[in-house]
């Protein structure tokens, strides 16, 4: 039985999101939990950590980039999270055998729309209906591992800044003889089609800008770092890093956009960067908030938290209360097309947010019949209140019974 037959099961014919229907077919691989997330937008919820955080970085492009007393970055904040694949991947140059294509690792609606993987789905949209310099902050979709900092839904700012040739050399003695463009050669430091000081001029103008955007979030005295980084949409490409508490963590990727995007939006004679930073990510190290599953607590015990006026108010998170854990293994031999993700799905579904964490313990192979078998433990908590074993047993029996009807497998 393959996935995409056993999804058709879930939705029929067609699946409704935000009001617009879709024809299902072989790609739908979304889920109705999945889908019971769109339309959340976090985000958007007004005092939750989030928001905070989109806020302080909201403010940070608000303060420091004035046209005399307007702000130079336009906000977008509720646009859909249902794009084509076309906007998600071709629009960014992701090549046909991209890994991020893999039904493994996206939402399909179906086999021409996909829930976002990230907000640079928008960018050549947004350019071409005009703006120069803007913000956009939306929920984004990943199939992914189970664990305390993943959770197949995060929040994304996408930032993207352009500039004509007056706008980049303003700031240059003698502007004279510079050109944005060249008829050159693909270095690690520019693309073909950039000077060298165009290139160095826009890296300047956005790791001055982000590193300062860090300091404010994170403070003065932090440390940060540049690392070399790729990105189909991108080049040269990086990633920030932050040290807190002693470890590196990647707060955002970046680079140079690749001049093709700005080509097929119709702003060729310009040049631009472009960067992508995780809330979540920044939220759960500014506030030490332990687990990614959190953000999505109606808890009054967790938001009541997060509830001041002013959005750079220092908040540490106190957990509420930590109840026990409950741990189940469950072991099976794998049918052929086996994939992880289909089962981390599974479990998703079935257990909800109960599941805190699902991991391989075991991969076997058994030497005559050459057949694989996986063992995987997961680890079952409510986040407010003590679960029972017999509360666990019923929803792993589930898991195990979903896990052989659905994906095939043979539990041992
Ligand atoms: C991207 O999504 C690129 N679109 C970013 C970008 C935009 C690059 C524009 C260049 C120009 P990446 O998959 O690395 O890249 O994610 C970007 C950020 O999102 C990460 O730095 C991290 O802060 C956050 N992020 C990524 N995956 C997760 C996850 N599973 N959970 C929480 N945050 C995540
Ligand atoms: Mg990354």
Redesign the pocket.
């Known amino acids: 039985v393959s996935q995409a037959t056993s999804q058709n099961q879930l939705f029929g014919e067609s699946v409704s999101i935000s009001g617009t229907t879709y024809e299902t077919d072989t790609m739908t691989n979304v889920t109705p939990k999945i889908l019971e997330k769109v339309g959340k937008n976090l985000h958007n919820r007004k005092k939750h950590p989030l928001n905070l955080m989109r806020w302080r970085i909201q403010n940070f492009f608000n303060d420091n980039f004035l046209k005399g007393r307007t702000p130079v970055f336009s906000v977008h904040d509720d646009i859909k999270p249902v794009v084509t694949l076309e906007q998600n991947f071709d629009s960014l140059l992701a090549p046909a055998d991209h890994p991020s294509r893999k039904p493994t690792d996206s939402y399909y609606v179906n086999s021409s729309y996909m829930l976002r993987a990230?907000t640079?789905a928008h960018q050549r949209d947004m350019m071409k209906s005009g703006l120069d310099a803007f913000l956009l902050v939306g929920d984004v979709y990943?199939r992914?591992e189970i664990d305390a900092?993943?959770y197949p839904v995060?929040h994304?700012v996408?930032g993207v800044r352009l500039f004509s040739q007056r706008e980049l050399f303003s700031n240059v003695a003698d502007p004279t003889g510079l050109s944005l463009f060249e008829d050159g050669r693909k270095t690690d430091h520019k693309q073909a089609i950039h000077t060298m000081e165009s290139a160095k001029l826009v890296e300047h103008d956005m790791k001055s800008s982000l590193e300062k955007m860090a300091n404010h979030i994170f403070g003065k005295d932090i440390e940060s770092r540049w690392v070399d980084a790729y990105?189909p949409?991108?080049h040269p490409?990086w990633?920030l890093e932050i040290k807190h508490q002693g470890e590196w963590l990647?707060?955002?990727?970046?680079?140079i956009m690749e001049q093709e995007i700005l080509k097929s939006a119709g702003v060729d004679h310009k040049v631009g960067w472009?960067?992508?930073?995780?809330l979540?990510?920044l939220a759960m190290k500014l506030y030490s908030i332990p687990d990614i599953r959190l953000f999505w607590s109606e808890d009054t015990g967790f938001m009541s938290q997060f509830d001041v006026d002013d959005v750079n108010t220092p908040i540490t998170y106190k957990p509420i209360s930590q109840f026990p854990q409950c741990s189940n293994d469950i072991s099976f031999w794998l049918p052929d097309g086996y994939s992880e993700n289909d089962f981390y799905d599974l479990v998703r579904t079935i257990g909800g947010d109960l599941v805190e964490q699902v991991s391989l313990v075991d991969d076997f192979c058994n030497p005559k019949t050459q057949r694989h078998s996986h063992c995987y433990r997961i680890v079952y908590r409510h986040m407010e209140k003590t679960l029972t074993q017999k509360e666990v047993n019923v929803i792993h029996e589930a898991i195990q019974q979903q896990a052989a009807d659905l994906l095939g497998v043979e539990i041992r």
């Open positions: 990230h640079s990943r992914d900092t993943h995060f994304q996408e990105f949409f991108t490409s990633e990647e707060v955002l990727g970046c680079g472009a960067f992508g930073i995780g979540e990510r």
